[in-house]
């Protein structure tokens, strides 16, 4: 447990907009809850974090953040169970990788401390934004960006981290169609691929339109060099199942460390299915959807939780996968959201109470 | 000649904050002139362009470019000749390349007539802040943000373009060091490094600064595959000379094409130098440096113009280079500037005369 009493500034909002919000039918990102947190790193040091009503900030035009994109983010997520406890899903996972993508990027680590207590501190406030029931959740995103005014290429001497949260039901419920990158790639080796910086995004956005226009909602990215190996999808880590054992590629410098992908991973191991972790070709996954040993794709995010893909393409050629009985998609799925609301026991240590 | 006469709403700065800006010791990126431009993307259309007094601007926390890094910039040039004439240098490829990065981006490319008619303005109003004299500028850095609120992971729906100015004298006076990235890469094939994408320089920052700890201002980045080819620098396109002849690398999806090389190779084959646009291994220049016949390596770009390098580091070993006469670093600088600064014909016609 996490100290709870680390002084922070907190403002109350007067009132609040849950009102205005239509919780059955949810636009992801278009509603904040009614506080957020404010800290700034100046002088060498980050400043007592302060809790605000959720507004606008103001912000120079020339912060480096608008000019050089030193920024990252986490996405996490808070969960009701039915007795109105609240819940975090390995909390402490996103807090060490937004240190280490801020690493990264050049931007000063955040103290543990703050992170947790304006955790706590948020939920508690805005605990009526958390509703119970499969797929409802808090989408909580912390992020950290440059705010030194200065148009010259070099690091910020000022930084802003901020926590906004917004309600979020299941992201993607259909099953998705994806394509294999064969001309555009996601990063470089030696770069920021596994860090959740900003640039990341941004540069999928225009070859993920492209793959929209095809009919295709996501791109799974392969490895620049060659196109040839299959690494991770915008925001999920990929899974393919052959036969009764799953494959993943393994985490590098290009792919994001995901927490969900890890979660998985223990789970299939608890549950006796083989996993491999090693580099996976496209030659093998074609092969394997041409032979029938294909079974299922699936991403893996906290966004997503789990997203089943119903088909790929590859060189103008659409494999469709087979509609198999109790897929591993949604095996896990389901013992994912068990544990995250509290429907089940919790082995592993993963659930963190949080007192609202 | 572009229309001059395109509408924009002009709000003028009741006071000017000129005065406090001591020109003979500019920290660069420290002063913005007094006006500057914000054109909003909204309900898929650029609306009518505003100068308005240069200072802050509200943006909500989930404003897509702090998360998702979908960000482009420029940056230009004023110079003011001895008789108070006003030029910039080759403005129209700077507005191209804008919407080259815009588009890989996926941002709304933005009107020329909007893209001129604001620089005229700005120049006019905020003339005073340009100095003449060799060395002084007023730089110039159009910029374009994705402003929707909105945490999911696509395209924004709203932009804002903006171009702020702020008075500039020579970037690196001194002769830099550098080193060739053997570990970190700047840009992948398929990526956005031609792109003048935010993201490609925040990341750039930390690879950056453990360079500097070892006493080297600047990294040259290498192909992410091999780290065998020399590419550029962090805000530099690279040439080296071998004997009398120039040698740099071609330009392509990893590259910046940058206005300064292209103007430096142009300038070389009037001068019947010879320049060699071809993949340049590492190997080749550890070797010419070892024989004596690597004379110089210079850095082009819009801030530096030209910049001297005094020696490389490749894998611990300093290569020291030698000091010419005459070298073609200061011939080219001249040259470049003798046009800028209207001290010279210019048969190329990269001048572009202001109004002012
Ligand atoms: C690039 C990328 N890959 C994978 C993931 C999945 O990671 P996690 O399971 O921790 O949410 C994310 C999203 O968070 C991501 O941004
Ligand atoms: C990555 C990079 N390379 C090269 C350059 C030089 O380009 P230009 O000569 O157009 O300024 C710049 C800067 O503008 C740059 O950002």
Chains 1, 2 share one sequence.
Not at 119 to 128: A, I, M, Q, S
Not at 137 to 151: D, H, K, N, Q
Request: glycine content about 6%; some cysteine; hydrophobic content about 35%.
């Amino acid at each position: 447990m996490k100290p709870e009493n680390t002084s922070l500034e907190i403002t109350k909002a007067t009132s609040s907009t849950i009102g205005k919000v239509d919780f059955d039918n949810l636009t992801f990102g278009k509603y904040y809850a009614d506080h957020m947190m404010i800290c700034d790193f100046i002088d060498g040091k980050w400043e007592t974090p302060k809790i605000l009503p959720y507004g606008p900030m103001q912000m120079e035009p020339s912060a480096k953040v608008f000019h050089y994109g030193q920024a990252v983010f986490e996405g996490m997520k808070a969960f009701k169970d039915k007795d109105g406890k609240v819940w975090l899903f390995r909390p402490e996972e996103n807090f060490k990788r937004i240190n280490k993508s801020s690493k990264r990027m050049a931007i000063p680590e955040f103290p543990e401390e703050y992170f947790f207590s304006a955790l706590k501190t948020l939920l508690k406030l805005d605990k009526e934004w958390i509703k119970s029931g499969d797929g409802n959740s808090l989408y909580i995103r912390p992020f950290a960006i440059a705010t030194e005014a200065g148009v010259s290429a070099s690091p910020s001497n000022r930084y802003r981290f901020v926590i906004i949260c917004c309600p979020a039901k299941a992201y993607y419920s259909s099953p998705v169609k994806v394509t294999i990158a064969q001309e555009y790639s996601r990063s470089a080796d030696g770069g920021v691929g596994f860090a959740k910086a900003a640039g990341n995004y941004g540069a999928q956005f225009y070859p993920t339109n492209l793959a929209k226009d095809k009919g295709y909602q996501q791109i799974i990215w392969t490895d620049a060099n060659t196109h040839e190996y299959l690494e991770e999808a915008g925001t999920m880590n990929i899974f393919f199942r052959i036969g009764d054992k799953l494959v993943t590629a393994p985490t590098n410098d290009r792919i994001l460390d995901g927490v969900t992908r890890k979660s998985i991973i223990a789970l299939a191991e608890r549950e006796n299915i083989e996993v491999e972790v090693r580099r996976v070709t496209v030659k093998e996954i074609v092969e394997a959807a041409e032979n029938g040993s294909l079974k299922e794709i699936f991403g893996t995010g906290t966004a997503a939780t789990v997203a089943q893909v119903s088909g790929f393409e590859f060189q103008d050629n659409y494999h469709e996968l087979p509609e198999v009985e109790n897929p591993y998609s949604m095996k896990f799925k389901k013992m994912l959201q068990d544990i995250q609301y509290n429907r089940a026991e919790d082995p592993f240590g993963w659930r963190y109470a949080v007192e609202v």
